[in-house]
């Protein structure tokens, strides 16, 4: 198992377009988190899955973003219209969720630049 | 709301000196506390966690209520413990983790 994956690792876009991520959890995980990273900062909670639903967004979350994990496996992040303020590395980081708590394990990222 | 504080950006020491980086946190349920490490051009990767009272790498951290912090700690630092350390909480849902904004160890030969 290679751990959590994310593609692309390096996203240059104009501002205005749309960009979507992937992100591969480990494959027995049921749960699946998305995080952004700014310079000097920790990351910073997007939006989680339990399987395919989607259970908690965070304000961070605009509606300009969307993510969806449709067979409760691979996730997308999807970013429409980007702004100059969505530069930042996007990281995917996936557990498995039962009536215990396990670690969240995090993929490289993928980092968004927008010109 | 939750909060994890961090308050040194940049820690340096020389090798073999005993090392501690502060975390101190505001929550308001029962929390569970994570050391989360970022070697150079490495993924970020968990270190240890509370409830696992264990010690990776010489490290060790403990959980104080009373004072809401979970330092980490190390009595003999090494060259290779140079990098970045993140505090995160878990909040009781057991879904959003909560990081610091991170200390970067330096730890000088």
């Known amino acids: 198992d290679t751990g959590v994956s994310q593609d692309p690792r390096h996203k240059i876009t104009k501002r205005g377009q749309n960009v979507t991520f992937r992100c591969d959890p480990i494959?027995?995980?049921?749960?699946l988190y998305w995080y952004r990273q700014t310079l000097g900062q920790g990351p910073e909670f997007l939006t989680y899955?339990?399987?395919?639903?989607?259970?908690?967004k965070s304000r961070l979350l605009s509606d300009r973003f969307s993510a969806e994990r449709p067979k409760g496996s691979f996730s997308t992040l999807e970013i429409q219209r980007t702004e100059q303020g969505d530069s930042a590395m996007y990281l995917c980081?996936?557990?498995?969720?039962?009536?215990?708590?396990?670690?969240?394990?995090f993929g490289d990222g993928t980092r968004l630049s927008i010109l | 709301a939750q909060r994890v504080t961090q308050p040194e950006k940049l820690l340096s020491v020389f090798k073999g000196a005993p090392v501690e980086l502060k975390c101190n946190y505001s929550y308001s349920g029962s929390p569970e506390l994570f050391w989360y490490v970022q070697y150079s051009r490495q993924r970020l990767q968990l270190l240890l966690r509370?409830?696992s009272r264990e010690s990776i790498k010489g490290f060790t951290a403990d959980l104080n209520k009373g004072e809401t912090s979970f330092h980490l700690k190390k009595p003999f630092a090494q060259e290779e413990d140079s990098a970045m350390y993140y505090c995160?909480?878990?909040?009781?849902?057991?879904?959003?983790?909560?990081f610091g904004e991170g200390t970067q160890l330096t730890v000088n030969p």
């Open positions: 509370h409830i």
């Open positions: 995160a909480l878990l909040e009781t849902s057991g879904s959003r983790l909560t």
């Open positions: 980081a996936s557990s498995l969720g039962d009536r215990s708590t396990q670690p969240q394990h």
């Open positions: 899955f339990q399987n395919e639903a989607q259970l908690e």
């Open positions: 494959s027995e995980h049921n749960r």
